[in-house]
C-alpha cells in the first residue's frame, strides 16, 4: 500500500501568511472596513469567501467579489518573489526518495497556485495537488485533504497532513489522517496541539532535520 505526505502551501512552504494579512487588511480598508491584523493572521487559511464570512460575517455576493478582486490583485503584485520557506523543496524531495507521493492541499489555485510552486521549486517532487479549484468546501472543511488522499489512492491511516494554522489541523483530524503542525505561520504551538496536531516543528528545515523520529519517518 502506498502512503501520502499532505502538505498545505501558503505559510507551510511558502512564507505568505505575512503577506495575505497585509493584502487583506488593505482590500477590506478599501471597502471601508476597519479588521485588526491580528484578527486576519488568525484567519489565513481559510478560503477567500469563508475568511470575509469569519471576518466580517455574511455578505452579499457584490461586496464579497469586490473583496476577493481586490486582495487578489494586491496579492498578485508579489506573484514573482514570493519566498519559500527554507528546505521546503528539499523536504518534498526528500519524502518522494523515501517513498511518499507527496500531494499539496490548499486554498490557492490559478495564477496563485502556479506562483507558489514556482517558489517552492519542486515540481519533480510532487505527485498531485488538490486546489481550491477541485473542491466545493476549504478548510476546515475535510474536503480538501480528503480530495488529496484520492489523488494519492491512499486511506486515511496510510497518510500524514503537514500544515502550520488551526484550520489546516481541523482538516486534517476531520479528514482521519495523522497530523504535523508548523510553526513558520505564526500559530502557537499550543493552539495547533489543541486543534489536533500530533508532532510540531518549527518549519520545513527542522521538520527535514528531524524527519528520522517524525511521522514522516521512511519507516512509518
Not at 511518499?100 to 489555485?109: C, E, F, H, K, R
Not at 466545493?136 to 489523488?151: D, N, R
Request: glycine share 10%; charged share 25%; net charge negative.
Amino acid at each position: 500500500m502506498g502512503r501520502a505526505a499532505v502538505f498545505d502551501v501558503d505559510g507551510t512552504l511558502v512564507d505568505t501568511n505575512h503577506l495575505h494579512v497585509t493584502t487583506w487588511w488593505e482590500a477590506f480598508r478599501q471597502a471601508g472596513h476597519r479588521v485588526s491584523m491580528h484578527a486576519i493572521h488568525r484567519s489565513v487559511g481559510l478560503g477567500s469567501e469563508d475568511l470575509i464570512a469569519h471576518l466580517l460575517g455574511r455578505r452579499n455576493r457584490d461586496e464579497i467579489d469586490l473583496l476577493v478582486s481586490a486582495h487578489t490583485a494586491l496579492y498578485g503584485t508579489f506573484f514573482d518573489r514570493l519566498p519559500p520557506l527554507k528546505d521546503a523543496g528539499r523536504l518534498l524531495r526528500r519524502l518522494d526518495q523515501d517513498g511518499w507521493n507527496v500531494v499539496l492541499a490548499t486554498s490557492a489555485g490559478g495564477r496563485e497556485l502556479s506562483a507558489l510552486r514556482q517558489a517552492i521549486a519542486a515540481d519533480d517532487a510532487i505527485a498531485a495537488t488538490a486546489s481550491a479549484d477541485d473542491v466545493e468546501a476549504g478548510k476546515p472543511s475535510p474536503e480538501p485533504v480528503e480530495h488529496a488522499l484520492e489523488l494519492a489512492g491512499v486511506p486515511p491511516e496510510a497518510a500524514v497532513f503537514v500544515g502550520d494554522t488551526v484550520w489546516d489541523m481541523q482538516a486534517g483530524t476531520r479528514a482521519g489522517v495523522t497530523c504535523i503542525g508548523l510553526l513558520s505561520g505564526g500559530i502557537p504551538k499550543a493552539d495547533l496541539r489543541e486543534a489536533g496536531a500530533r508532532a510540531i516543528y518549527r518549519d520545513p528545515s527542522h521538520l527535514l532535520a528531524m524527519l528520522a523520529d517524525s511521522p514522516l519517518a521512511p519507516d512509518t
